[in-house]
């Protein structure tokens, strides 16, 4: 069983106690254990602002551009042992474990670039300048600095590298040292990738840290000038915003939450289409990949009334085809959830569904290829019928987060608008139709519920990219339900990171300062 230490103050660092256990989700066998009893987080904290601040803040843009390129580097030589750490610890495929580690890589990689764009500065302008009084010598401008503080990122257990390096890489563009948090249950990941940039020796001191295992007194020690970033459920965002430093210090916090995805098949589309197979493709793709444990999944299907029965049997069929077992054989293509606690709580949202009147159409009556009897954390593909879309107010209040999805009629397209609100704020909404005057009506309706809209057409089928794959250069991130929060986005990102001051002066002066 290996043992996952912290990374704090430049060293790793062992916990007291047997602490938590983590867990081989395919076979239910202990694959590690990691506690953080005893170690001094405070500590931690100040070792991040009081020398990884100051080492980033005295970088360039382009300097902390190379700084993430060196970490990319570090992470595609290791890309094959990240992607074993993930099936044995994550329960995925190799195929969904690429996925997480390849997002890792390549979001690290854009934000290498964006700083070599922005080249050698340590501020950024915010647009043009203003003439602020009469005399054209007192001139405005806006600039953004890094803050003086520490990043703290709790992250999901679903994405291990991608969550990590996603939130890193904005953060130390930005000049901001990070402290990151993985969920314990699948820590090996991150783990492991922290392991590889340190024994690598491309992270100057203090910069990065890695708390591995409970998170113990960590938040209670954020002051004024400090982040907090958290992706998980809408209960502890909620608890998050309530901290004291939070309310008292004005700690920055960005939640990224539950989120009921909507898809919407638009009213042109025929059955047997070019459209209505790239819709039937992305949405079976969406409801397994990574079992259904994307925050970007799609929860909520809905469909013109009579299109219904066919959008059914083609979803199901294609589910049908999906083979579930143990992550590391070639043969499969959905592993199980990733721990028990998710195992009851997908059990339990399926029946809370049904219970509410939703019906089960189709479900995998095969048992999962290659583990014992009755071991592991599998639940096969599901999806779910409601015919009363509007009655049944659960389906639109209660994330299942396993590879389960509802199908729904809508009367019309004012219709699908009003029940994708239902679900009262999203990270994606999908929209599949060929017609303007129906898309322009789903956009001004849906648009202000989600963080981000996919337009599905045969037109850009062959562009693999499918409504659940956050790219870097788009917000990622979602109102209301989904947590409120935006992350990524390009340079949009770094703003989280960086205080936004008007200054006001002499124009010539400015403009050798500032460029």
Same mark, same amino acid.
């Given at each position: 069983?290996?043992?996952?230490?912290?990374?704090?103050?430049?060293?790793?660092?062992?916990?007291?106690?047997?602490?938590?256990?983590?867990?081989?989700?395919?076979?239910?066998?202990?694959?590690?254990?990691?506690?953080?009893?005893?170690?001094?987080?405070?500590?931690?904290?100040?070792?991040?602002?009081?020398?990884?601040?100051?080492?980033?803040?005295?970088?360039?843009?382009?300097?902390?551009?190379?700084?993430?390129?060196?970490?990319?580097?570090?992470?595609?030589?290791?890309?094959?042992?990240?992607?074993?750490?993930?099936?044995?610890?994550?329960?995925?495929?190799?195929?969904?474990?690429?996925?997480?580690?390849?997002?890792?890589?390549?979001?690290?990689?854009?934000?290498?670039?964006?700083?070599?764009?922005?080249? $050698?500065?340590?501020?950024?302008?915010?647009?043009?300048?203003?003439?602020?009084?009469?005399?054209?010598?007192?001139?405005?401008?806006?600039?953004?600095?890094?803050?003086?503080?520490?990043?703290?990122?709790?992250?999901?257990?679903?994405?291990?590298?991608?969550?990590?390096?996603?939130?890193?890489?904005?953060?130390?563009?930005?000049?901001?040292?990070?402290?990151?948090?993985?969920?314990?249950?699948?820590?090996?990941?991150?783990?492991?990738?922290?392991?590889?940039?340190?024994?690598?020796?491309?992270?100057?001191?203090?910069?990065?840290?890695? =708390?591995?295992?409970?998170?113990?007194?960590?938040?209670?020690?954020?002051?004024?000038?400090?982040?907090?970033?958290?992706?998980?459920?809408?209960?502890?965002?909620?608890?998050?915003?309530?901290?004291?430093?939070?309310?008292?210090?004005?700690?920055?916090?960005?939640?990224?939450?539950?989120?009921?995805?909507?898809?919407?098949?638009?009213?042109?589309?025929?059955?047997?289409?070019?459209?209505?197979? =790239?819709?039937?493709?992305?949405?079976?793709?969406? @409801?397994?990949?990574?079992?259904?444990?994307?925050?970007?999944?799609?929860?909520?299907?809905?469909?013109?009334?009579?299109?219904?029965?066919?959008?059914?049997?083609?979803?199901?069929?294609?589910?049908?085809?999906?083979?579930?077992?143990?992550?590391? %054989? $070639?043969?499969?293509?959905?592993?199980?959830?990733?721990?028990?606690?998710?195992?009851? $709580?997908?059990?339990?949202? @399926?029946?809370?569904?049904?219970?509410?009147?939703?019906?089960? =159409?189709?479900?995998?009556?095969?048992?999962?290829?290659?583990?014992?009897?009755? %071991?592991?954390?599998? =639940?096969?593909?599901?999806?779910?019928?409601? $015919?009363?879309?509007?009655?049944?107010?659960?389906?639109?209040?209660?994330?299942?987060?396993?590879?389960?999805?509802?199908?729904?009629?809508?009367?019309?397209?004012?219709?699908?608008?009003?029940?994708?609100?239902?679900?009262?704020?999203?990270?994606?909404?999908?929209?599949?139709?060929?017609?303007?005057?129906?898309?322009?009506?789903?956009?001004?309706? @849906?648009?202000?519920?989600?963080? %981000?809209?996919?337009?599905?057409?045969?037109?850009?089928?062959?562009?693999? @990219?499918?409504?659940?794959?956050?790219?870097?250069?788009?917000?990622?991130?979602?109102?209301?339900?989904?947590?409120?929060?935006?992350?990524?986005?390009?340079? %949009?990102?770094?703003?989280?990171?960086?205080?936004?001051?008007?200054?006001?002066?002499?124009?010539?002066?400015?403009?050798?300062?500032?460029?």
């Amino acid at each position: 069983m290996i043992r996952l230490r912290s990374y704090l103050g430049g060293q790793w660092r062992d916990g007291e106690g047997e602490g938590n256990t983590l867990v081989d989700p395919a076979t239910e066998e202990v694959v590690a254990s990691t506690s953080t009893k005893g170690l001094d987080l405070r500590g931690a904290l100040a070792h991040a602002r009081d020398v990884g601040g100051p080492t980033l803040r005295a970088m360039t843009y382009a300097e902390r551009g190379k700084l993430l390129k060196a970490m990319t580097d570090a992470l595609q030589a290791a890309r094959e042992p990240l992607i074993d750490a993930s099936v044995l610890n994550a329960g995925t495929t190799r195929g969904d474990a690429k996925f997480d580690v390849d997002g890792a890589i390549g979001t690290l990689a854009y934000y290498a670039r964006l700083g070599e764009t922005l080249g $050698d500065r340590k501020i950024t302008v915010e647009g043009e300048g203003e003439q602020l009084t009469r005399s054209k010598r007192f001139w405005g401008h806006h600039v953004c600095v890094p803050r003086r503080g520490v990043a703290v990122h709790v992250n999901a257990f679903n994405f291990p590298a991608w969550g990590l390096a996603e939130k890193a890489a904005v953060a130390l563009l930005a000049g901001v040292p990070v402290v990151s948090k993985p969920a314990t249950s699948t820590a090996l990941t991150a783990y492991r990738l922290v392991e590889t940039l340190t024994e690598a020796k491309v992270l100057p001191p203090g910069v990065l840290h890695l =708390v591995c295992g409970g998170a113990g007194d960590l938040l209670e020690h954020l002051g004024p000038q400090d982040c907090l970033a958290f992706t998980g459920s809408g209960d502890t965002g909620a608890w998050m915003r309530a901290l004291r430093a939070v309310t008292h210090r004005s700690v920055r916090v960005n939640v990224e939450a539950d989120s009921l995805n909507a898809v919407v098949l638009g009213p042109d589309v025929e059955p047997g289409s070019d459209t209505w197979q =790239v819709f039937v493709r992305d949405t079976v793709r969406e @409801i397994t990949q990574k079992t259904g444990q994307k925050c970007t999944a799609a929860r909520r299907i809905f469909v013109p009334a009579e299109r219904i029965d066919a959008v059914i049997e083609a979803l199901s069929e294609g589910l049908s085809q999906i083979a579930f077992g143990h992550p590391a %054989r $070639d043969d499969v293509r959905m592993g199980p959830v990733a721990s028990a606690q998710q195992h009851r $709580d997908v059990k339990e949202g @399926i029946e809370a569904l049904v219970a509410a009147g939703a019906k089960v =159409v189709y479900r995998a009556e095969s048992a999962p290829i290659g583990v014992p009897e009755g %071991r592991g954390y599998f =639940v096969p593909p599901t999806l779910l019928r409601v $015919d009363a879309p509007h009655d049944v107010a659960i389906v639109h209040e209660r994330e299942v987060f396993g590879p389960v999805s509802t199908v729904m009629p809508y009367a019309s397209v004012e219709d699908a608008t009003a029940l994708v609100a239902r679900g009262e704020g999203g990270l994606v909404a999908s929209v599949y139709t060929d017609d303007r005057d129906a898309l322009e009506t789903l956009l001004l309706g @849906i648009a202000p519920w989600s963080g %981000r809209v996919l337009v599905g057409s045969e037109k850009v089928a062959d562009q693999g @990219i499918s409504p659940g794959m956050v790219l870097p250069s788009c917000v990622h991130g979602g109102p209301g339900r989904a947590g409120g929060g935006e992350e990524l986005g390009g340079l %949009r990102g770094l703003s989280f990171y960086q205080q936004r001051t008007a200054v006001q002066g002499d124009r010539a002066l400015l403009d050798r300062v500032l460029g």
